[in-house]
Protein backbone atom coordinates (compact mmCIF):
# COMPACT_ATOMS: atom_id res chain seq x y z
CA UNK A 1 0.00 0.00 0.00
CA UNK A 2 0.86 3.63 -0.67
CA UNK A 3 1.19 6.45 1.38
CA UNK A 4 -1.17 8.91 0.24
CA UNK A 5 -0.10 11.83 2.37
CA UNK A 6 2.94 13.35 0.50
CA UNK A 7 2.61 16.72 2.73
CA UNK A 8 1.30 18.12 5.52
CA UNK A 9 0.82 21.47 7.22
CA UNK A 10 -1.02 22.94 10.65
CA UNK A 11 -1.20 26.04 11.24
CA UNK A 12 1.67 27.61 12.84
CA UNK A 13 1.22 28.82 16.85
CA UNK A 14 1.49 32.31 15.84
CA UNK A 15 -1.52 31.64 12.89
CA UNK A 16 -5.00 33.64 13.83
CA UNK A 17 -7.44 32.24 11.87
CA UNK A 18 -9.45 34.58 9.83
CA UNK A 19 -13.31 34.91 11.17
CA UNK A 20 -16.07 33.86 8.81
CA UNK A 21 -16.80 30.98 6.75
CA UNK A 22 -14.72 27.75 6.22
CA UNK A 23 -13.26 27.37 2.25
CA UNK A 24 -11.26 24.72 1.07
CA UNK A 25 -9.49 25.00 -2.02
CA UNK A 26 -8.95 21.60 -3.95
CA UNK A 27 -6.60 21.53 -6.96
CA UNK A 28 -7.22 17.68 -7.76
CA UNK A 29 -4.47 15.15 -9.27
CA UNK A 30 -3.95 11.91 -9.43
CA UNK A 31 -0.43 12.11 -7.86
CA UNK A 32 -0.69 15.58 -5.60
CA UNK A 33 -4.27 16.63 -4.67
CA UNK A 34 -3.54 20.44 -2.96
CA UNK A 35 -5.89 21.06 -0.20
CA UNK A 36 -5.97 24.09 1.81
CA UNK A 37 -8.16 25.67 4.10
CA UNK A 38 -9.20 28.49 5.74
CA UNK A 39 -8.12 27.31 8.88
CA UNK A 40 -4.65 27.52 7.77
CA UNK A 41 -3.57 24.17 7.39
CA UNK A 42 -2.73 22.50 3.74
CA UNK A 43 -2.36 18.84 2.52
CA UNK A 44 -1.20 17.53 -0.61
CA UNK A 45 -2.47 14.29 -0.95
CA UNK A 46 -1.72 11.92 -3.84
CA UNK A 47 -0.65 7.61 -5.07
CA UNK A 48 3.21 8.19 -4.91
CA UNK A 49 4.81 4.71 -6.41
CA UNK A 50 6.42 6.28 -9.20
CA UNK A 51 7.93 2.31 -9.98
CA UNK A 52 4.48 1.21 -10.52
CA UNK A 53 1.85 4.05 -11.24
CA UNK A 54 -1.54 3.91 -11.03
CA UNK A 55 -2.68 4.43 -14.48
CA UNK A 56 -0.64 1.72 -14.90
CA UNK A 57 -2.06 -1.08 -12.43
CA UNK A 58 -4.30 -3.78 -13.42
CA UNK A 59 -7.58 -2.47 -13.75
CA UNK A 60 -9.12 -3.90 -10.58
CA UNK A 61 -6.21 -2.53 -8.28
CA UNK A 62 -6.62 0.77 -9.98
CA UNK A 63 -10.03 1.38 -8.83
CA UNK A 64 -8.78 0.15 -5.50
CA UNK A 65 -6.28 2.71 -5.21
CA UNK A 66 -8.70 5.44 -7.09
CA UNK A 67 -10.99 4.87 -4.58
CA UNK A 68 -8.73 5.24 -1.50
CA UNK A 69 -7.39 7.98 -2.85
CA UNK A 70 -10.85 9.63 -2.89
CA UNK A 71 -11.40 8.69 0.16
CA UNK A 72 -8.25 10.22 1.70
CA UNK A 73 -9.11 13.14 -0.11
CA UNK A 74 -12.40 13.08 1.10
CA UNK A 75 -11.69 12.39 4.85
CA UNK A 76 -8.98 15.75 4.63
CA UNK A 77 -11.63 18.00 3.29
CA UNK A 78 -14.24 17.36 5.64
CA UNK A 79 -17.67 18.87 5.06
CA UNK A 80 -16.89 23.48 4.55
CA UNK A 81 -19.01 25.88 3.59
CA UNK A 82 -17.69 26.15 0.53
CA UNK A 83 -14.63 24.16 -1.68
CA UNK A 84 -13.36 25.83 -4.74
CA UNK A 85 -12.29 23.29 -6.83
CA UNK A 86 -9.76 24.17 -9.97
CA UNK A 87 -11.86 23.06 -13.27
CA UNK A 88 -10.72 20.32 -15.00
CA UNK A 89 -7.75 20.01 -17.08
CA UNK A 90 -9.46 18.74 -20.12
CA UNK A 91 -7.11 19.43 -22.27
CA UNK A 92 -3.92 18.58 -20.51
CA UNK A 93 -1.13 15.99 -22.17
CA UNK A 94 -0.03 13.13 -20.54
CA UNK A 95 -1.33 10.29 -19.28
CA UNK A 96 -4.43 9.35 -16.81
CA UNK A 97 -6.95 11.58 -18.45
CA UNK A 98 -9.43 9.21 -17.87
CA UNK A 99 -8.47 7.80 -14.08
CA UNK A 100 -7.89 12.47 -13.68
CA UNK A 101 -11.24 13.19 -15.04
CA UNK A 102 -12.76 9.89 -12.92
CA UNK A 103 -11.43 11.29 -9.78
CA UNK A 104 -12.03 14.90 -10.49
CA UNK A 105 -16.04 14.19 -11.19
CA UNK A 106 -16.22 11.66 -7.75
CA UNK A 107 -14.62 14.69 -5.57
CA UNK A 108 -17.15 17.55 -7.17
CA UNK A 109 -20.40 14.17 -6.75
CA UNK A 110 -19.28 13.18 -3.47
CA UNK A 111 -19.38 17.32 -2.11
CA UNK A 112 -22.34 17.87 -3.68
CA UNK A 113 -24.07 14.67 -1.72
CA UNK A 114 -22.74 16.13 1.19
CA UNK A 115 -24.60 19.49 0.32
CA UNK A 116 -21.11 21.59 0.15
CA UNK A 117 -21.61 24.22 -2.35
CA UNK A 118 -18.91 24.38 -4.94
CA UNK A 119 -16.99 27.15 -7.25
CA UNK A 120 -15.10 26.52 -9.78
CA UNK A 121 -11.99 28.44 -11.20
CA UNK A 122 -10.29 28.07 -14.27
CA UNK A 123 -6.44 27.38 -14.08
CA UNK A 124 -6.00 30.94 -15.72
CA UNK A 125 -8.47 32.53 -13.47
CA UNK A 126 -6.50 30.79 -10.44
CA UNK A 127 -2.97 32.21 -11.60
CA UNK A 128 -4.54 35.62 -12.67
CA UNK A 129 -5.82 35.79 -8.78
CA UNK A 130 -2.37 34.72 -7.34
CA UNK A 131 -0.54 37.21 -9.47
CA UNK A 132 -2.67 39.64 -11.69
CA UNK A 133 -1.66 37.81 -14.84
CA UNK A 134 -3.97 35.24 -16.31
CA UNK A 135 -0.39 33.06 -17.51
CA UNK A 136 2.44 32.52 -15.81
CA UNK A 137 4.61 29.11 -14.41
CA UNK A 138 3.98 27.65 -11.59
CA UNK A 139 7.19 29.19 -9.60
CA UNK A 140 4.82 32.64 -10.02
CA UNK A 141 2.15 31.75 -8.06
CA UNK A 142 4.63 30.05 -5.78
CA UNK A 143 6.70 33.48 -5.17
CA UNK A 144 2.99 35.18 -5.00
CA UNK A 145 1.67 32.70 -2.37
CA UNK A 146 4.98 33.31 -0.42
CA UNK A 147 4.01 36.83 -0.59
CA UNK A 148 0.73 37.24 -0.09
CA UNK A 149 -0.72 34.40 2.01
CA UNK A 150 2.93 33.61 4.35
CA UNK A 151 0.90 32.30 7.04
CA UNK A 152 -0.48 28.84 4.73
CA UNK A 153 3.05 26.86 5.02
CA UNK A 154 3.10 25.69 2.03
CA UNK A 155 6.77 24.53 1.89
CA UNK A 156 6.91 25.71 -1.42
CA UNK A 157 4.72 22.92 -2.85
CA UNK A 158 2.70 24.32 -5.83
CA UNK A 159 0.10 22.25 -5.81
CA UNK A 160 -0.18 23.53 -2.16
CA UNK A 161 0.03 27.11 -3.01
CA UNK A 162 -2.50 26.64 -6.26
CA UNK A 163 -4.88 25.02 -3.43
CA UNK A 164 -4.04 28.19 -0.70
CA UNK A 165 -5.08 30.69 -3.82
CA UNK A 166 -8.59 28.77 -4.33
CA UNK A 167 -9.19 28.87 -0.94
CA UNK A 168 -8.53 32.41 -0.93
CA UNK A 169 -10.59 33.52 -3.27
CA UNK A 170 -13.93 31.45 -2.66
CA UNK A 171 -13.38 33.69 0.94
CA UNK A 172 -13.07 36.56 -1.62
CA UNK A 173 -16.34 35.64 -3.21
CA UNK A 174 -17.91 35.18 0.22
CA UNK A 175 -16.91 39.02 0.72
CA UNK A 176 -14.71 37.63 3.34
CA UNK A 177 -11.22 37.99 2.23
CA UNK A 178 -8.26 36.34 3.44
CA UNK A 179 -6.20 39.33 3.10
CA UNK A 180 -7.55 42.27 0.22
CA UNK A 181 -5.91 42.28 -3.30
CA UNK A 182 -5.93 44.54 -6.50
CA UNK A 183 -8.66 44.89 -8.77
CA UNK A 184 -6.43 43.33 -11.27
CA UNK A 185 -6.43 40.21 -9.09
CA UNK A 186 -10.16 40.10 -7.92
CA UNK A 187 -11.27 39.75 -11.37
CA UNK A 188 -10.66 36.30 -11.30
CA UNK A 189 -13.15 35.95 -8.60
CA UNK A 190 -15.90 38.06 -11.14
CA UNK A 191 -15.00 35.66 -13.68
CA UNK A 192 -15.09 32.49 -11.96
CA UNK A 193 -18.60 29.85 -11.74
CA UNK A 194 -19.96 30.14 -8.16
CA UNK A 195 -22.96 28.44 -6.35
CA UNK A 196 -25.94 29.27 -5.53
CA UNK A 197 -25.91 30.06 -2.13
CA UNK A 198 -28.82 30.44 0.32
Partial sequence: MIDLNIFASLPG???????GPRVVGVDSSLTATGLASSEGWCRVIGYDDK??????????????ELRRLL?????AIGRPDLA???GAALSRAGGGAHERGWLWWRIFERLTDDG??????????????ATGKGTGPKTAVVD?????????????????????TLMAAGR????APVTSVPKT???????????EVE
Avoid at 51 to 64: A, G, M, V
Avoid at 71 to 75: A, K, P
Avoid at 189 to 195: H, L, M, N, S, Y
Wanted: net charge negative; glycine share 6%.
Fill in 13 to 19: DDFDAPD
Fill in 51 to 64: KNPITKLPHLERLS
Fill in 71 to 75: DTVMG
Fill in 84 to 86: VME
Fill in 116 to 129: VPVGFMSTNQRILY
Fill in 144 to 164: AVARRWPQWHTGGNDNACDAV
Fill in 172 to 175: DWLL
Fill in 185 to 195: HRAAVEKATWP
